[in-house]
Protein backbone atom coordinates (compact mmCIF):
# COMPACT_ATOMS: atom_id res chain seq x y z
CA UNK A 1 0.00 0.00 0.00
CA UNK A 2 0.95 3.54 -1.11
CA UNK A 3 -0.14 6.86 1.06
CA UNK A 4 0.50 10.54 0.23
CA UNK A 5 -0.34 12.37 3.92
CA UNK A 6 -0.66 16.54 3.23
CA UNK A 7 0.05 19.18 6.11
CA UNK A 8 0.23 22.51 6.38
CA UNK A 9 -3.11 23.63 5.17
CA UNK A 10 -4.95 26.70 7.32
CA UNK A 11 -6.77 29.62 7.49
CA UNK A 12 -4.90 32.93 6.93
CA UNK A 13 -4.88 36.17 5.73
CA UNK A 14 -4.06 38.02 2.24
CA UNK A 15 -0.24 38.25 1.88
CA UNK A 16 0.73 36.03 4.13
CA UNK A 17 2.73 32.39 3.83
CA UNK A 18 1.96 28.95 4.07
CA UNK A 19 3.95 25.82 3.54
CA UNK A 20 2.69 22.73 2.25
CA UNK A 21 3.96 19.49 2.76
CA UNK A 22 3.19 15.83 1.03
CA UNK A 23 4.55 12.82 2.22
CA UNK A 24 4.36 9.35 0.52
CA UNK A 25 5.00 6.22 2.24
CA UNK A 26 4.41 2.74 2.17
CA UNK A 27 6.06 -0.06 -0.39
CA UNK A 28 7.99 2.78 -2.83
CA UNK A 29 10.54 1.72 -5.14
CA UNK A 30 10.69 5.28 -6.81
CA UNK A 31 8.22 8.45 -7.22
CA UNK A 32 8.52 10.07 -10.40
CA UNK A 33 6.44 13.71 -11.12
CA UNK A 34 5.24 14.72 -8.00
CA UNK A 35 2.64 17.52 -8.37
CA UNK A 36 0.31 19.62 -6.38
CA UNK A 37 -3.46 20.28 -7.40
CA UNK A 38 -6.34 22.57 -5.64
CA UNK A 39 -10.09 22.52 -6.56
CA UNK A 40 -12.02 25.91 -5.96
CA UNK A 41 -15.35 25.62 -4.84
CA UNK A 42 -17.38 26.06 -8.43
CA UNK A 43 -14.10 25.84 -10.22
CA UNK A 44 -12.81 23.00 -12.13
CA UNK A 45 -9.17 21.27 -10.27
CA UNK A 46 -6.44 22.71 -11.25
CA UNK A 47 -2.68 22.16 -11.60
CA UNK A 48 -0.99 24.22 -9.63
CA UNK A 49 3.09 22.98 -9.55
CA UNK A 50 4.51 20.24 -10.56
CA UNK A 51 8.30 18.58 -10.14
CA UNK A 52 9.84 16.01 -11.82
CA UNK A 53 12.10 13.02 -10.80
CA UNK A 54 15.19 15.04 -11.86
CA UNK A 55 13.92 18.52 -10.24
CA UNK A 56 11.97 20.60 -13.45
CA UNK A 57 9.39 22.30 -12.60
CA UNK A 58 6.17 23.98 -14.12
CA UNK A 59 3.82 25.93 -12.62
CA UNK A 60 0.10 27.60 -13.50
CA UNK A 61 0.57 31.13 -14.57
CA UNK A 62 -1.69 32.54 -11.99
CA UNK A 63 0.74 31.38 -9.13
CA UNK A 64 4.14 31.77 -11.02
CA UNK A 65 6.67 33.83 -8.93
CA UNK A 66 4.67 33.28 -5.81
CA UNK A 67 4.60 29.62 -5.41
CA UNK A 68 7.63 27.18 -5.18
CA UNK A 69 7.63 23.50 -5.61
CA UNK A 70 10.27 21.18 -4.65
CA UNK A 71 11.14 17.75 -3.06
CA UNK A 72 12.64 15.48 -0.83
CA UNK A 73 13.43 12.46 -2.52
CA UNK A 74 15.31 11.00 0.80
CA UNK A 75 12.08 11.51 2.63
CA UNK A 76 9.79 11.32 -0.20
CA UNK A 77 8.27 14.08 0.56
CA UNK A 78 7.01 17.13 -1.80
CA UNK A 79 6.58 20.68 -0.58
CA UNK A 80 4.61 24.13 -1.70
CA UNK A 81 5.87 27.00 -0.58
CA UNK A 82 3.40 29.29 -1.14
CA UNK A 83 3.84 33.26 -0.47
CA UNK A 84 1.74 36.64 -1.29
CA UNK A 85 -1.17 34.25 -0.70
CA UNK A 86 -4.43 35.68 -2.54
CA UNK A 87 -8.16 35.23 -1.83
CA UNK A 88 -8.27 33.64 -4.76
CA UNK A 89 -5.73 31.11 -3.75
CA UNK A 90 -8.37 29.83 -1.36
CA UNK A 91 -9.30 26.22 -2.37
CA UNK A 92 -8.50 22.25 -1.40
CA UNK A 93 -5.11 21.91 -2.48
CA UNK A 94 -4.01 17.91 -3.29
CA UNK A 95 -0.94 16.40 -3.55
CA UNK A 96 -0.30 13.95 -6.57
CA UNK A 97 2.59 11.63 -7.32
CA UNK A 98 3.21 9.09 -9.71
CA UNK A 99 4.83 6.02 -7.82
CA UNK A 100 6.68 3.14 -8.59
CA UNK A 101 6.15 0.42 -6.61
CA UNK A 102 8.30 -2.34 -4.79
CA UNK A 103 5.88 -5.20 -6.35
CA UNK A 104 5.34 -3.58 -9.91
CA UNK A 105 7.69 -2.00 -12.78
CA UNK A 106 5.30 0.54 -13.90
CA UNK A 107 3.82 3.91 -12.38
CA UNK A 108 1.05 4.47 -10.52
CA UNK A 109 -0.70 7.25 -9.75
CA UNK A 110 -1.99 8.22 -6.49
CA UNK A 111 -3.59 11.05 -4.47
CA UNK A 112 -3.52 12.55 -1.10
CA UNK A 113 -7.12 12.77 0.63
CA UNK A 114 -6.69 16.77 0.67
CA UNK A 115 -6.03 20.10 2.95
CA UNK A 116 -8.01 23.42 2.91
CA UNK A 117 -6.32 26.54 2.51
CA UNK A 118 -8.37 29.52 3.01
CA UNK A 119 -7.10 32.93 2.27
CA UNK A 120 -9.28 35.87 3.93
CA UNK A 121 -9.16 40.04 2.18
Known amino acids: QVQLVESGGGLVQAGVSLRLSCAASGSIFSIKRMAWYRHAPGKQRELVAA???????NYADSVKGRFTISRDNAKNTVYLQMNSLKPEDTAVYYC???????????????WGQGTQVTVSS
Open 96 to 110: NAEIVRLISPFATEY
Open 51 to 57: ISSGGST
